[in-house]
T-cell receptor, first 111, second 113 residues
Framework: RKEVEQDPGPFNVPEGATVAFNCTYS??????FFWYRQDCRKEPKLLMS???SGNEDGRFTAQLNRASQYISLLIRDSKLSDSATYLCVVTGNTGGFKTIFGAGTRLFVKA | NAGVTQTPKFQVLKTGQSMTLQCAQDMNHEYMSWYRQDPGMGLRLIHY???????DQGEVPNGYNVSRSTTEDFPLRLLSAAPSQTSVYFCASSYSRGNTEAFFGQGTRLTVV
């Protein structure tokens, strides 16, 4: 089992749709959680951190469920510019501090 | 703002050749790392450094060496290139290890033939 698993993609949605990405992690001692965005043939960039209380940034909402070891990202009112790959990232400090990237979920937003 | 600068952006090597991928950051970050990204596998950690003079292995270190003589620079050396090392390589830096934003370089697309 992979340490960080994400929804298989790609997701194809029309503009204005709401889309949700899920991510599960296997290490219960994981400490920090993030969503990164990666455009085609570009470097990953931080989209948002994920807190236990949940957090929102405009059209984007991230949530963490530690009991279920589950992270989610919700994008409301999708824009064409949201088309990208979304990477779930989990860090922890067991057996040496590790940052683990999920394989990513590709999103296509169409007009 | 330069951020993290990686060179070269593209490289083709023949099997058995060696080369160095350069990485420099101007944010005075202590933590730097190298990843490779292959289709369907996400980013995998090759080597990392928590400060000048300190390096350690990540998940996939075989075939690669690193050094950290200054805070700014963290080069990655391929000792004897193999086709399995064909990948996209990213250098990243962050203020601390794990719980802060990682800034990535633009990547190096390496092909080994």
């Amino acid at each position: 089992r992979k340490e960080v698993e994400q929804d298989p993609g790609p997701f194809n949605v029309p503009e204005g749709a709401t889309v949700a990405f899920n991510c599960t992690y296997s290490n219960s001692a994981s400490q920090s959680f993030f969503w990164y965005r990666q455009d085609c043939r570009k470097e990953p960039k931080l989209l948002m951190s994920v807190y236990s209380s949940g957090n929102e940034d405009g059209r984007f909402t991230a949530q963490l469920n530690r009991a279920s070891q589950y992270i989610s990202l919700l994008i409301r009112d999708s824009k064409l510019s949201d088309s990208a790959t979304y990477l779930c990232v989990v860090t922890g400090n067991t057996g040496g501090f590790k940052t683990i990237f999920g394989a990513g979920t590709r999103l296509f937003v169409k007009a | 703002n330069a951020g993290v600068t990686q060179t070269p952006k593209f490289q083709v090597l023949k099997t058995g050749q060696s080369m160095t991928l350069q990485c420099a950051q101007d944010m005075n970050h202590e933590y730097m790392s190298w990843y490779r990204q292959d289709p369907g596998m996400g980013l995998r950690l090759i080597h990392y450094s928590v400060g000048a003079g300190i390096t350690d292995q990540g998940e996939v270190p075989n075939g690669y060496n690193v050094s950290r003589s200054t805070t700014e620079d963290f080069p990655l050396r391929l000792l004897s290139a193999a086709p399995s090392q064909t990948s996209v390589y990213f250098c990243a830096s962050s203020y601390s290890r794990g719980n802060t934003e990682a800034f990535f370089g633009q990547g190096t697309r390496l092909t080994v033939v």
